[in-house]
């Protein structure tokens, strides 16, 4: 029973193209985080939620639009797709104050 | 801005010795210090984590030491297993970090039989 889990593993798109990224944890964690891994292998913070609401939001793209229905999921939708896109997109949670993230696996995002 | 630096981007190890694991800080005001494992196509997991009030933890085969006039920490693995061969991650966090978590780029241990 994974503890974070995203879906799609594999997203590959053409430039131009809206998509999105979800993500649910089912540990009971009241925070959720995206984190973007480049092609330098850096692992950024891009969002945070805390029980649905926005605490952290990094410096990108106004593309970039994340959606917390639920302290449960954290979706991650991108409009307008650039080859600069192309990374591992990680969702996270934990529980607030707690830094042993809980990972999902990871969506790797290739724009063409 | 590298805050958070692992200069060595991989490792190869004896299985059985010791796995030293470096990483540099620049940002005096971090307080907070973790280390996360990554196998292939999964996600990070949670390892080991220090505070800076402290200079040394253990669990099990892991330690993490911290020398904070240095800005530096390491993460020693003794001995080293098969299983241990992944990426490692080091990462902080601090007040001046907004309580977000910084990592470094990775360092990929590989322990040879």
């Known amino acids: 029973d994974t503890a974070v889990s995203q879906t799609p593993k594999y997203l590959v798109t053409q430039m131009g193209n809206d998509k999105s990224i979800k993500c649910e944890q089912n540990l009971g964690h009241d925070t959720m985080y995206w984190y973007k891994q480049d092609s330098k292998k850096f692992l950024k913070i891009m969002f945070s939620?805390?029980?649905?609401?926005?605490?952290i939001n990094e410096t990108v793209p106004n593309r970039f639009s994340p959606k917390s229905p639920d302290k449960a999921h954290l979706n991650l939708h991108i409009n307008s797709l650039e080859l600069g896109d192309s990374a591992v997109y990680f969702c996270?949670?934990?529980?607030?104050?707690?830094?042993?993230?809980?990972f999902g696996s990871g969506t790797r995002l290739t724009v063409v | 801005d590298q805050q958070v630096k692992q200069n060595s981007p991989s490792l190869s190890v004896q299985e059985g010795r010791i796995s030293i694991l470096n990483c540099d800080y620049t940002?005096?005001?971090?307080?907070?210090f973790l280390w996360y494992k990554k196998y292939p196509a999964e996600g990070p997991t949670f390892l080991i984590s220090i505070s800076s009030i402290k200079d040394k933890n253990e669990d099990g085969r892991f330690t993490v030491f911290l020398n904070k006039s240095a800005k530096h920490l390491s993460l020693h693995i003794v001995p080293s297993q098969p299983g241990d061969s992944a990426v490692y991650f080091c990462?902080?966090?601090?007040?001046?970090?907004?309580?977000?978590?910084?990592f470094g780029s990775g360092t990929r241990l590989s322990i040879r039989p």
């Open positions: 990462a902080a966090i601090g007040y001046s970090s907004a309580s977000k978590i910084i």
């Open positions: 939620y805390n029980n649905k609401e926005l605490i």
């Open positions: 996270a949670s934990s529980h607030a104050g707690d830094y042993g993230y809980t």
């Open positions: 940002n005096s005001m971090f307080d907070y």
